[in-house]
């Protein structure tokens, strides 16, 4: 069959499209910027459309041809109209697949009780509708809490238990909710391109079990080697005031803390396990809550974490790329230039410039990063606790402690757009070049402020650049030229690979 994929780039999308490919079908995707696919390990099996879902034109031709077209996209903006755009986006890919006589749409939705929704839970249940209502047999799967490495329902539990001894939570940690594993989700998701064509319907999907909230977290600590924490329900802390504090304590900003906790307010249960009709368990039976957990850590201590919850860009970052130094002409713009020569050869001074952040840190003052990044944190923003997926490949879109990489020339050139609040746009390059016997380190700071505040602000931590950007530069280019330099992995290219066939099971 020739399969369609919109969200390919996101967290479920970016792991179904190589499976699909794996079962022997024609897999075409659609993405907004193709070059966020030109480096993942799959990308050679795939057909490529550059679109927009809200450009019908882009929608109708990359739909022409399919057999089946599956529906994951979702945002978790902020934006108040987020539900009018989603609306508008389902209804563009309806009509679009009916003009053009897919056979099959396939929707991953989440489970939700009846009554009053939260905005984001209301906006999922309504793609649902669209997507039934449009004439082509719709599969759309209600899934619960997602557990697999790089999940952030997962990464919230992890990052929350792992720092909190004793834990003051809201109410809704004694809601039930009904976990499903990655790797569960995925099986359905590939067996539902055939299910028969009277078949058109929601199914609820989740694992074998159902929890309070605040047991999941202590089945994380008794997998992750932690002792169970005491959790207190504390009925002041309201979805709001709990956002707050995922925020300050967990690398989940503000921004989706927000509707994943109002998602919570609710029980969220499997209430009919009808598609077992059609398709059975996956092979050994549901994948139970602590197995998933299990999974997970394993993945994330192999580096072979295939997707992440990172790999969205943070609404209200920058999306423009940075302009050419000749575009610069009447605007204002400021700039930090470090150059510093090197005896270490270009490819080790690289090694250490594609290692940057995460736990290998900045080299220079990582007291000073730490507080930015809690600056950062206090006001809704990313702070430094993203890290990196790999620890020491990089790819386009990949995100970057309060980064995100915009563009990567292996072996040269790296730029790095700031995902940080602040009044502007904030990018960082780092570069070497070839320099007689050694190599030449370049490394370059842009800021595009934003008004009165955005001038401000460039003052106000211009002190702080003479000494930060030029210890930057000093212990880069000194970790390249000692001897004990790192070399990559063999296998990693972009994302890590995995290193068998039973490893690219997901988890």
Request: neutral net charge; hydrophobic residues 40%; glycine residues 8%.
């Amino acid at each position: 069959m020739r399969i369609l994929v919109t969200g390919a780039t996101g967290y479920i999308g970016g792991r179904l499209a190589p499976r699909l490919a794996d079962a022997g079908h024609e897999v075409r995707v659609i993405a907004r910027d193709a070059e966020r696919l030109a480096h993942v390990p799959w990308a050679d099996r795939v057909e490529v459309v550059e679109g927009d879902l809200t450009d019908p034109e882009a929608v109708a031709r990359a739909a022409e041809g399919c057999d089946v077209v599956y529906y994951l996209v979702h945002s978790l903006s902020a934006d108040p109209r987020f539900e009018q755009r989603e609306s508008e986006m389902a209804q563009t890919v309806a009509t679009a697949a009916k003009e053009a006589g897919v056979r099959r749409i396939v929707y991953l939705g989440g489970l939700h009780p009846d009554g009053d929704l939260s905005p984001h839970l209301r906006s999922r249940a309504a793609v649902g509708e669209i997507l039934l209502a449009s004439g082509v047999p719709t599969a759309a799967l209600q899934a619960g809490v997602v557990i697999g490495s790089g999940s952030a329902s997962f990464e919230m539990i992890r990052h929350l238990t792992d720092v909190l001894p004793y834990m003051p939570a809201p109410r809704w940690v004694r809601n039930r909710v009904q976990p499903i594993a990655v790797r569960d989700v995925l099986y359905y998701l590939v067996a539902a391109a055939d299910l028969p064509s009277d078949v058109s319907r929601t199914f609820d999907i989740g694992g074998p079990d159902a929890f309070r909230y605040g047991q999941l977290m202590n089945g994380y600590a008794l997998e992750a080697g932690l002792r169970q924490r005491p959790i207190a329900t504390l009925p002041v802390l309201t979805p709001w005031l709990a956002s707050q504090w995922v925020n300050l304590v967990t690398p989940i900003p503000r921004s989706l803390a927000v509707p994943i906790i109002s998602s919570l307010q609710h029980d969220a249960v499997v209430r009919e396990r009808d598609i077992r009709t059609w398709i059975p368990d996956p092979p050994g039976g549901l994948t139970g809550y602590r197995r998933a957990v299990r999974l997970a850590l394993q993945r994330m201590r192999d580096g072979q974490v295939e997707t992440s919850w990172q790999d969205d860009p943070v609404h209200g970052a920058p999306s423009d790329p940075l302009p050419s130094d000749p575009d610069w002409a009447g605007h204002t713009v400021f700039t930090d230039l470090r150059e510093r020569r090197s005896t270490a050869a270009p490819e080790r001074v690289w090694r250490v410039i594609e290692a940057v952040g995460g736990d290998n840190g900045w080299y220079s003052l990582p007291l000073a990063w730490s507080v930015r990044g809690w600056m950062d944190k206090a006001v809704g923003g990313v702070g430094l606790r993203r890290g990196r997926r790999d620890p020491r490949r990089l790819a386009p879109g990949d995100a970057l402690d309060w980064w995100r990489v915009e563009h990567l020339e292996r072996g040269r050139f790296l730029r790095l757009r700031a995902e940080m609040k602040v009044p502007g746009g904030a990018w960082l390059e780092l570069s070497v070049t070839p320099d007689g016997e050694g190599s030449l380190y370049r490394q370059r700071a842009v800021f595009f402020p934003k008004g009165l505040a955005g001038r401000a602000y460039w003052l106000a931590i211009l002190p702080f650049h003479g000494v930060i950007f030029a210890s930057m530069a000093r212990r880069i280019t000194a970790e390249a030229e000692q001897d004990d330099v790192a070399p990559p992995r063999p296998d990693s290219v972009g994302r890590a690979e995995p290193a068998s066939p039973d490893a690219r099971v997901a988890s």
